[in-house]
């Protein structure tokens, strides 16, 4: 969980721990790339807010994922930020969830996203074997 805003982190990071996951939480996108390099593979998806105080945003935590961590499953938000204000390439495999939003929507999207990274890994695995 990467959000500058503590309230809105605290309360996603409380809503998901209350159903029972594990959360690691950041307050900039370059605290959570210098814990993503220390912390091992455990980690099923990033939830990030886009726009952040420090020298990386969201979408540059996303990039750096997809090239360094192919597999984990990222979801972006955002009160003014848009699928379609990220590069063609990234529209599709980045969803932006809007802000405000609820917990059990985070929730919902990520369960999502991490069943269809999984899902693509093991037809991957398939396809290759």
């Known amino acids: 969980m990467v959000d500058d805003?503590?309230?809105?982190?605290?309360?996603?990071?409380?809503?998901?721990?209350?159903?029972?996951?594990?959360v690691v939480e950041a307050a900039s996108a370059d605290e959570a790339?210098?814990?993503?390099?220390?912390?091992?593979?455990?980690?099923?998806?990033?939830?990030?807010?886009?726009?952040?105080?420090?020298?990386y945003d969201g979408v540059d935590l996303a990039r750096w994922v997809l090239s360094h961590r192919p597999g984990l499953a990222v979801?972006?938000?955002?009160?003014?930020?848009?699928?379609?204000?990220?590069?063609?390439?990234?529209?599709?495999?980045?969803?932006?969830?809007?802000?405000?939003?609820?917990?059990?929507?985070?929730?919902?999207c990520m369960a999502s996203l991490v069943t269809a990274m999984r899902l693509n890994h093991v037809d991957r695995l398939t396809n290759s074997a």
Request: aromatic share 6%; with cysteine; proline share 5%.
């Open 5 to 22: 805003d503590a309230r809105i982190r605290l309360q996603i990071a409380g809503h998901l721990t209350e159903r029972g996951y594990m």
């Open 33 to 55: 790339l210098l814990l993503l390099e220390d912390i091992d593979r455990s980690i099923d998806c990033v939830f990030s807010d886009v726009q952040m105080p420090g020298r």
């Open 75 to 108: 979801l972006l938000a955002s009160g003014s930020f848009q699928v379609e204000d990220l590069e063609p390439e990234l529209r599709t495999i980045l969803p932006v969830l809007a802000k405000p939003y609820r917990g059990e929507a985070v929730e919902a």
